[in-house]
């Protein structure tokens, strides 16, 4: 590396071999169809930096005191092991899981609600959450809610708000409710659904047409911690039409790809660019089960050799649900995957193979919101990931820190002396200063002010 921190020529010549699916790849495929992502692409995310999740608020959840962050259609959060990057997805996964079965599920899930709301010397008894979020008809949504603790045992839902508001500049209300203590004190819309008070309202009210969008959106994110035995083992036929937490109905979801042949095409170019040698992955049925099977490249004219997924690495069969996790959204013309979350997407790959992975996510980044955690320099080693692109999150005594880059990382990255994954090998991707001030006295989760 020179003084100013560029890559020596050798090793961007190396870099620029295995980074990505650029040169003769992206262009021959970009002759036939739509879905190459060009520089003005992701240039306009850079401009707009706004997907579903517009702004996450949370307050002692898990190892996270207060938390405010507005992410990016593409959101890396960086940061060393056990800072609490997974925190920060499994909020949201908390609020999907309690819409789609219950609370006391999600709280069970994690360990119970002790587990859930931060520990601290103060004991706090509750924890809460809220989103604001763009909805596919271009109006702006609001929840929030807060739960906590009965004197006896067990959790009661203390407030819960959802406003649904035209966009600016007319940012007028259009449909709400709040609920506090097991009491409907205002709404909209033909609620007459019971109120029960360790549920949230919102999941009881699903039905009600004018809520539907906003009970949609957060029950149809997708969170990925991908799990290659998973992958490997022969699976049962799943009428889902989005791939499991852990891979294990990729199977299935690569049986529908067959109805949108571009969007598979554009996973095996990525898939052949991070495994080399492997051009293909179909589902393959047998009897009662099914399996992935891939197709490897030999000599020029002999028929490739085909391979079931209980033959394949762990970096292969990770490579393919991740890539699988990212392009299902852009086969949804009806936008049912609205944001796509994976824990370390690096992990069991080869380091050369990042550079790709970054251009699939960046790409993918257009059909639907893709937040990630990582420590990988190399994933980060990626001319398009900028300033805006990065949450960094540091643990101070036992409390999670996170929030965008601070001002020195910025000018660095915009004076162009490092990129992001030279000063993540440094140590020099750092919040502002702001979120060690933060201690969540300042954050009103129901604000009904116009959203961000």
């Known amino acids: 590396m020179s003084e100013h921190g560029n890559r020596?020529?050798?090793?961007?010549?190396?870099?620029?071999?295995?980074?990505?699916?650029?040169?003769?790849?992206?262009?021959?495929?970009?002759e036939r169809t739509d879905l190459a992502m060009s520089e003005q692409d992701v240039g306009k995310d850079n401009e707009l930096g706004k997907g579903f999740l517009r702004r996450l608020v949370l307050k002692d959840y898990k190892s996270i005191a207060a938390c405010d962050i507005r992410p990016s259609r593409f959101t890396v959060f960086v940061g060393p092991n056990g800072a609490g990057k997974s925190n920060i997805l499994d909020s949201l996964r908390f609020v999907s899981d309690s819409l789609r079965n219950s609370l006391e599920y999600a709280l069970r899930d994690r360990g119970g609600l002790g587990e859930v709301r931060r520990r601290s010397q103060g004991h706090p008894r509750h924890f809460g959450v809220r989103m604001e979020m763009r909805l596919p008809d271009g109006s702006d949504a609001l929840y929030a809610f807060q739960i906590g603790a009965r004197k006896d045992s067990g959790f009661v839902v203390q407030k819960e708000v959802c406003t649904i508001r035209l966009p600016e500049p007319s940012a007028?209300?259009?449909?709400?409710?709040?609920?506090?203590?097991?009491?409907?004190?205002?709404?909209?819309?033909?609620?007459r659904a019971a109120i029960e008070p360790d549920r949230l309202y919102l999941g009881l009210i699903s039905?009600?047409?004018?809520?539907?969008?906003?009970?949609?959106?957060?029950?149809?994110?997708?969170?990925?911690?991908?799990?290659?035995?998973?992958?490997?083992?022969?699976?049962?036929p799943d009428p889902a039409d989005v791939l499991a937490r852990d891979g294990g109905n990729i199977a299935s979801i690569l049986q529908s790809l067959r109805n949108a042949p571009d969007v598979k095409e554009r996973i095996e170019q990525y898939l052949s660019t991070i495994v080399p040698g492997v051009h293909g992955a179909s589902a393959k049925v047998l009897g009662p089960k099914e399996t992935v099977e891939f197709r490897q490249e030999v000599q020029e004219g002999a028929a490739p050799w085909k391979f079931l997924a209980a033959s394949m690495s762990d970096g292969t069969l990770r490579a393919l649900g991740i890539l699988v996790a990212l392009f299902q959204a852009a086969a949804d013309r009806n936008g049912r995957t609205p944001l796509v979350a994976i824990e370390e997407p690096e992990v069991a790959l080869h380091p050369a193979a990042l550079g790709a992975l970054a251009d699939a996510m960046l790409e993918a980044?257009?059909?639907?919101?893709?937040?990630?955690?990582?420590?990988?320099?190399?994933?980060?080693?990626?001319?398009?990931?900028?300033?805006?692109?990065?949450f960094a999150v540091v643990a101070e005594h036992g409390e999670t820190r996170v929030g965008p880059v601070d001002e020195p990382t910025r000018e660095a990255l915009k004076e162009g002396l490092y990129t992001p994954g030279e000063l993540l090998r440094i140590q020099q991707i750092c919040p502002t200063a702001d979120v060690f001030r933060n201690d969540g006295q300042q954050l009103n989760l129901f604000d009904l002010g116009v959203l961000s």
């Open 8 to 30: 020596d020529p050798d090793m961007r010549e190396e870099y620029d071999f295995s980074g990505g699916v650029r040169g003769k790849h992206a262009a021959r495929y970009a």
């Open 172 to 191: 007028s209300v259009i449909h709400h409710y709040r609920v506090e203590n097991g009491k409907l004190r205002a709404g909209s819309g033909d609620l």
């Open 207 to 236: 039905g009600v047409p004018e809520f539907r969008p906003v009970y949609d959106g957060l029950t149809r994110m997708g969170f990925y911690n991908l799990n290659p035995e998973r992958i490997r083992e022969l699976q049962s």
């Open 365 to 390: 980044s257009q059909h639907t919101q893709v937040l990630v955690t990582s420590h990988s320099p190399e994933l980060l080693d990626n001319e398009h990931i900028g300033a805006e692109n990065i």
